[in-house]
């Protein structure tokens, strides 16, 4: 193949450069690792990607297979490319009329010989031919003059035959410069594997960091919906609670309006009568005529006795309208607590991003638990497993941990609870007691928990009971840790989820899940299934 068709075999399509770190496409073609990299960061928001050259598509980001065959050849051209180009700046040394280039100098004259001088060049021993070069000088010896044969391997130096016979390096141990090239190149050869492998493994590092800023931020995005979502919904909840508080605030003013209204015209009526008998009785007082007024009814006949039962009548009305509060603020108490739980439940839905995976240890349960096969299920039995007796199990309560232990981050677990039957779930670390009435979850300054007895429920750390005001009528149950926030929290699994309760501690050892099921009395029916 000419030089002209191999260099257009490694120009890469997107810059037309010879390739560099070339790598290939599922379709076959090749690109430079950096150009096709900067092409499909152009296309990562369509979902769709496609090949530059043949324009196939594909539904997922390509993976980049580094093309090392081609690799080689683009190296191995470019470094011909390099000496083609130093040789052809190299003209011959006796072409003075036009510059003609040199294809090799000779050591002894010092001088670059084109085709023509170099057959009629002298082929004595003494004339050494080399690859064209403008620094022939340096090829001779700068103190006596002579052609560098040997290599010093104490100077680490090249160096004629006066260097060694009666120089500076006499004495010295020396290598033919052919021998000491060739070591050189094998010492050269393993430092570029050295390198070569340094080199792939950073590749793959960033090829593997890139996949992690891209999978990073594809999670950004998603967790920028969600909240998006999420506090569409907020402004969507608050706005409907507005509207129904306004519209009851707006009710309950018009109706103490039309009450006050009809109590107005009423007294309104009353007031003109008054002012009517008030006038009457003036009448009579101002005249002089005695018949005239004792023929008048008696002044008390003037007031109407059912009149004033009912003059009682509206004022005790109008007192009782009085007495009354203006607004019923139950409705309004009632749509803020709405509030609070829709916030609480919003908290619990962007606590974490997926469920924790617990699976129970049977080399902690005691042996009035039974573990199902899928370690999900605990179940109290009357019926003795015959488990061996270790410092691991529980002697004296029916509880299990798991298996797991959390260290560290931002975690959470469900469990479905037996309606029937008492029962305590929570997290200990493992140094917790194995027998006891302290080895009981909540009981002991290392261990947290949720508790129902006797149908009433509380949460218990250090043997300090805190009773819920609240009942809980959900058989499932949210347990959230926060390691180093040092927040465990539990809420109700209900629509929408309540917050219970939530401890604060500085957790100095692995967290486990811990159950305890159907204590005091044996019940076989008693079950609390860790949910997946």
């Not at 035959?161 to 033919?176: D, F, K, N, P, T």
């Not at 007024?293 to 109008?318: A, F, I, R, S, Y």
């Not at 347990?479 to 927040?487: A, P, R, S, T, W």
Request: aromatic letters at 6%.
């Amino acid at each position: 193949m000419a030089s002209a068709d191999l260099r257009d075999e490694l120009l890469c399509s997107i810059c037309l450069s010879t390739f560099k770190d070339p790598v290939m496409l599922r379709c076959g073609h090749n690109f430079c690792r950096v150009c096709i990299g900067r092409v499909l960061d152009t296309q990562d928001g369509f979902g769709v990607y496609s090949c530059p050259e043949c324009r196939e598509e594909f539904q997922e980001r390509p993976t980049l297979m580094r093309n090392i065959n081609l690799h080689n050849v683009a190296e191995r051209f470019l470094i011909t490319q390099q000496e083609q180009e130093e040789i052809t700046g190299i003209c011959c040394t006796y072409c003075v009329d036009s510059p003609v280039p040199a294809v090799r100098s000779c050591l002894l004259c010092e001088a670059s010989l084109c085709d023509k001088h170099l057959r009629s060049h002298s082929k004595s021993p003494e004339h050494v031919l080399s690859e064209p070069s403008t620094s022939l000088e340096k090829r001779k010896c700068s103190v006596h003059k002579e052609l560098l044969k040997y290599y010093c391997t104490r100077d680490a130096i090249c160096i004629c035959v006066s260097c060694s016979l009666a120089g500076e390096h006499r004495g010295h141990q020396v290598e033919m410069l052919d021998e000491a090239s060739k070591k050189k190149k094998e010492k050269l050869r393993n430092v570029l594997q050295k390198l070569t492998t340094k080199r792939e493994k950073t590749e793959e590092r960033v090829r593997s960091l890139e996949e992690r800023w891209r999978k990073a931020q594809e999670k950004a995005a998603g967790e920028a919906e969600r909240v998006t979502a999420l506090c569409t919904d907020i402004r969507r909840r608050v706005d409907d609670l507005e509207k129904k508080v306004l519209s009851e605030i707006s009710r309950q003013e018009k109706e103490e309006s039309l009450s006050l209204s009809a109590l107005i015209h009423q007294l309104e009526i009353k007031k003109d009568e008054l002012s009517r008998k008030m006038r009457h009785i003036e009448e009579l007082c101002n005249m002089t005529d005695p018949l005239t007024v004792l023929q008048e009814p008696d002044t008390g006949d003037l007031c109407d006795p059912e009149e004033e039962g009912g003059d009682e009548d509206t004022w005790g009305h109008d007192k009782q309208l009085h007495d009354g509060d203006d607004l019923d603020v139950a409705v309004i108490s009632h749509t803020l607590h709405t509030l609070c739980d829709v916030i609480s439940g919003i908290r619990s839905g962007i606590y974490v991003e997926d469920p924790a995976d617990i699976l129970l240890d049977v080399t902690t349960a005691a042996n009035n638990v039974l573990i199902s096969d899928d370690l999900k299920t605990a179940t109290e039995t009357e019926e003795n497993q015959k488990r061996p007796e270790t410092a691991e199990r529980f002697q004296d309560y029916p509880q299990v941990m798991s298996r797991r232990g959390f260290t560290t981050g931002r975690h959470y677990w469900d469990v479905e609870i037996s309606r029937s039957g008492d029962w305590r779930v929570g997290m200990c670390y493992p140094s917790i007691v194995r027998m006891g009435w302290q080895s009981l979850i909540g009981n002991n300054n290392k261990s947290w928990s949720l508790e129902r007895y006797n149908n009433e429920y509380s949460v218990i750390h250090d043997g300090k009971e805190i009773q819920l005001p609240d009942e809980i009528c959900s058989d499932r149950v949210r347990i959230c840790l926060d390691y180093e926030v040092g927040q465990l929290s539990f809420y109700e699994l209900c629509d929408p989820i309540r917050h219970l309760h939530t401890f604060t501690a500085a957790f100095s050892e692995p967290l486990h899940a811990a159950l305890c099921v159907g204590y005091p009395l044996v019940c076989s029916d008693d079950w609390i299934r860790i949910c997946s």
